[in-house]
């Protein structure tokens, strides 16, 4: 990637006349008698600095913004090279950077969406137990066998079996355990495992 022309030619363009109005603000000064061409002078440095600063600013922010983007995962920015930016290389690298990414974040979605339609046709009920949001049933044979019940705190599955609601509120219970689980259709046979 190579340093961009424009950006260059206007930074160039930029010094150079700063250097210019540096060098009028100096004969004035020098030469007596010239006050109001010493205060236009002064008022042209500080013009001429102003823009340069303003420039360098403008490249300065169109690159944040793209630092931002990419830090929270906002891959539909585009790099705008119009204003005097200038970068236009790297714009289009950014650019391209920005559609890499999407499409993998897309590929990542694709996956996960299968993965989870793969994990919800299981045929073995699975429940995820976790401090914040509970007990929550994972998959379809979840929903099936717990169809009729009604929250999601480990100990709302007691109407399953007191064994059933402990092992959901006890992190540490054996790895695999055969339990007796009640329900409507009448007592089931059921191996609790904790993964």
Not at 16 to 22: E, N, P, R, S, T
Not at 168 to 185: F, Y
Request: hydrophobic share 50%; net charge neutral.
């Amino acid at each position: 990637m190579g340093f961009d022309r424009r950006f260059a030619l206007i930074l160039v363009g930029w010094l150079v006349a700063c250097l210019l109005a540096l060098i009028a603000l100096t004969v004035a000064i020098a030469t007596p008698g010239l006050a109001a061409v010493r205060i236009v002078a002064g008022l042209l440095v500080l013009g001429m600095v102003g823009g340069l600063l303003h420039h360098i600013d403008r490249t300065n922010r169109t690159v944040a913004r793209f630092v931002e983007a990419l830090r929270y995962g906002d891959f539909s920015t585009r790099f705008d090279g119009r204003g005097g930016a200038g970068f236009d290389t790297l714009g289009g690298a950014l650019d391209a950077a920005m559609r890499g990414l999407q499409a993998q974040r897309d590929r990542t979605v694709e996956e996960l969406r299968f993965l989870e339609a793969l994990t919800d046709d299981v045929p073995v009920a699975l429940l995820t137990v976790d401090a914040d949001h509970g007990v929550t049933l994972v998959n379809k044979a979840a929903r099936r066998l717990f169809a009729a019940h009604q929250g999601t705190r480990p100990e709302d599955f007691t109407v399953y079996g007191e064994t059933f609601a402990s092992r959901l509120a006890d992190g540490a219970a054996p790895a695999a355990e055969l339990l007796l689980l009640r329900s409507a259709t009448g007592p089931q046979r059921a191996i609790v495992r904790n993964a």
